[in-house]
């Protein structure tokens, strides 16, 4: 049954919340569709219905954060296009050959950037030093 008071703290929280926040919450959402995508694998039998649903959302995500790089903002957004590219290629071989494995990669590509991230808006985005911790993950550094 739908909680009508879930959803509309849901879309209050979206509403309300700032850019660097959104981008949390997609890191976040990420996550989540990938452990769904793990879940619907170890159920016998696995549940593809799920299985691709959560894969696509996870896909969606990475798209949206990938669409969302300004190319001159910093010089980490090339690393980040490739991380995200990487990523995007490891969900559609997942998906395709149904193997979870494979999301290992893009799990901690993910929860790399979100730790980082979310580091970074803790020091506050506009100091330079808040990207180092994005970029030494994007670099490879972390």
């Known amino acids: 049954m739908n909680n009508p008071w879930g959803n509309h703290y849901q879309s209050q ?8 926040q959104l981008v949390l919450m997609l890191y976040d959402r990420c996550l989540v569709a990938i452990e769904r995508v793990k879940l619907a694998d170890a159920r016998a039998p696995r549940d593809n219905t799920t299985f691709n649903k959560e894969l696509q ?5 990475v798209m949206e ?10 010089p980490i957004a090339g690393l980040l296009d490739r991380l995200y590219d990487y990523c995007l290629h490891e969900f559609v071989r997942a998906n395709v ?3 979870v494995a494979l999301l290992d990669g893009p799990q901690k590509v993910i ?10 808006c803790v020091k506050g985005m506009a100091s330079e ?14």
């Open 13 to 20: 929280s979206i509403e309300t919340a700032s850019p660097a």
């Open 57 to 61: 959302r996870a896909q969606d995500i």
């Open 65 to 74: 954060l990938q669409y969302s790089i300004n190319p001159e903002g910093h």
């Open 97 to 99: 050959s149904k193997d």
């Open 111 to 120: 929860g790399e950037l979100r730790e980082a991230w979310d580091n970074a």
């Open 129 to 142: 030093g808040a990207y180092e911790n994005v970029a030494a993950v994007a670099a490879g550094r972390i």
